[in-house]
């Protein structure tokens, strides 16, 4: 059962272009919400997050929307540059204190074209 | 942000061996880490939770006495990977919270993952 899907497997954009990476989720318990980045054969690296109780949270070229009511999110990438070419996971987490189990979408492969 | 150390980034043992993971939390304490299993092309599935002091939760379809999880100090987790097999061969990651009074933040940090191969 897969509580976090990235539906789409991979993504190729323009430089400079926008890039949108979606994601939905299942559990309505999920109440904190991350996006990653990753490059093979490495850990993941903390891009952004997201707490419940906004729709939205801004960090330089990147943006993050929630709509909870229809358990969606996305990660928009303005402008996108070659650099951003990677692999993105959402992660989702409930709550519990300190810690953050996280559960993982399957990931969007961005290619980033000049 | 907040430094997770894991070693060794690249290992290849032979079947039957047993291999150890390990996972340092640099600056600060970490309770709670986690450990992640990643098939090619596919998402990071949650295979534990280690915690300090105490014997490790495992995710369902999770071999514990396969995978041994060791959280000895607040700043080290270890995996051990018994008896592997050419089926274990796999990117394995783990993760650190940080306490929610560091930097005011409570963030999962990932170590750079280990590539297991077993032959």
């Known amino acids: 059962d897969q509580q976090v899907k990235q539906n789409s497997p991979s993504l190729s954009v323009q430089e400079g272009r926008i890039s949108i990476l979606n994601c939905d989720y299942t559990?309505?318990?999920?109440?904190?919400f991350l996006w990653y980045k990753k490059y093979p054969a490495e850990g993941p690296t903390f891009l952004i997050s997201?707490?419940?109780?906004?729709d939205k949270n801004e960090d330089g070229r990147f943006t993050v929307f929630l709509n909870k009511s229809a358990k969606h999110l996305s990660l928009h990438i303005v402008p996108s540059q070659p650099g951003d070419s990677a692999v993105y996971f959402c992660?989702?987490?409930?709550?519990?204190?300190?810690?953050?189990?996280?559960?993982f979408g399957t990931g969007t492969r961005l290619q980033v074209t000049l | 942000g907040a430094v997770v150390s894991q070693h060794p980034s690249r290992v290849i043992c032979k079947s039957g061996t047993s291999v150890k993971i390990e996972c340092r939390s640099l600056?600060?304490?970490?309770?709670?880490m986690f450990w992640y299993r990643q098939f090619p092309k596919q998402s990071l599935m949650l295979m534990a939770t280690?915690?300090?002091?105490?014997?490790?939760?495992?995710e369902q379809g999770v071999e514990k006495d396969k995978f041994l999880i060791n959280h000895a100090s607040l700043t080290l987790s270890t995996l051990t990977v018994t008896s592997a097999h050419p089926e274990d061969s796999s990117f394995y990651i783990c993760?650190?919270?940080?306490?929610?009074?560091?930097?005011?933040?409570?963030?999962?940090?990932f170590g750079q993952g280990t590539r297991l191969t077993v032959v």
């Open positions: 993760s650190a919270s940080t306490p929610a009074y560091y930097k005011g933040n409570t963030e999962a940090f």
């Open positions: 559990n309505s318990m999920f109440d904190y």
């Open positions: 997201i707490s419940s109780i906004k």
């Open positions: 992660a989702a987490s409930v709550t519990t204190g300190t810690a953050s189990k996280l559960t």
């Open positions: 600056d600060f304490q970490a309770t709670t």
């Open positions: 280690s915690n300090e002091g105490s014997k490790a939760t495992y």
